[in-house]
């Protein structure tokens, strides 16, 4: 997992500071043609922040005590209220309680869970035009299902649209050993994860 981690963070920091050098060369260029480079800076911030992210994650997912259902679910809960937070969209967190954290996912398993939804939202904020988001966890007998729900326009889930992610989500949910689900109508569309397995629930441990 440390392997597979630094891996995909090194591919993605080359990607970013790339796009970040070429931005810097073109906002210079702007400058010296006396044009205005803002539309570049704008582009560089948004890397920066994305690799800032990217950090965070691989931080995240390493730390062995992150481990619980809990922090899986608090990390996709600040990552909705901030994606969310500065639109007209309503986003909320259902089910979540004190008794997840007694549920230890394995870290290669906490992962693929919150790219997968983190993967969800970013279609729902970009292509839903959905008023209300919620987010609903459940847990019982050595297993928990996450669920998020829009009412936006929704979408045909048998054609793979450009920039979906939809096979990404599906090899995620296969690599864990989950069921993923995902209806959509004009009413909506709802991503299920189900059967997503426990290393062990801390309360059952004697």
Not at 35 to 61: A, C, Q, T
Not at 125 to 138: D, F, I, N
Not at 164 to 179: C, D, H, V, Y
């Amino acid at each position: 997992l440390r392997n597979e981690n630094a891996a995909d963070f090194h591919d993605e920091l080359g990607s970013k500071v790339t796009k970040i050098s070429m931005f810097l060369t073109l906002a210079e260029r702007s400058l010296e043609e006396r044009k205005d480079p803002s539309n570049w800076f704008g582009k560089m911030r948004e890397n920066i922040k994305d690799l800032s992210g990217s950090f965070r994650d691989l931080l995240w997912v390493i730390d062995p005590q992150k481990d619980s259902l809990s922090d899986a679910i608090l990390r996709l809960k600040d990552f909705g209220e901030d994606l969310f937070g500065n639109t007209k969209v309503r986003y909320s967190t259902n089910g979540y309680s004190e008794g997840l954290e007694g549920a230890i996912l394995d870290p290669q398993t906490k992962k693929q869970v919150v790219l997968i939804f983190k993967e969800a939202m970013h279609n729902c904020a970009k292509y839903s035009e959905s008023t209300w988001v919620e987010l609903t966890v459940e847990s019982s007998d050595g297993y928990s299902s996450i669920r998020l729900k829009d009412n936006g326009k929704g979408f045909n889930v048998h054609r793979q649209g450009k920039g979906r992610g939809l096979t990404n989500m599906k090899n995620r949910s296969e690599k864990i050993g989950s069921n993923l689900s995902i209806v959509s109508s004009k009413e909506g569309t709802v991503v299920s994860l189900r059967r997503i397995p426990h290393l062990r629930d801390k309360d059952k441990v004697k």
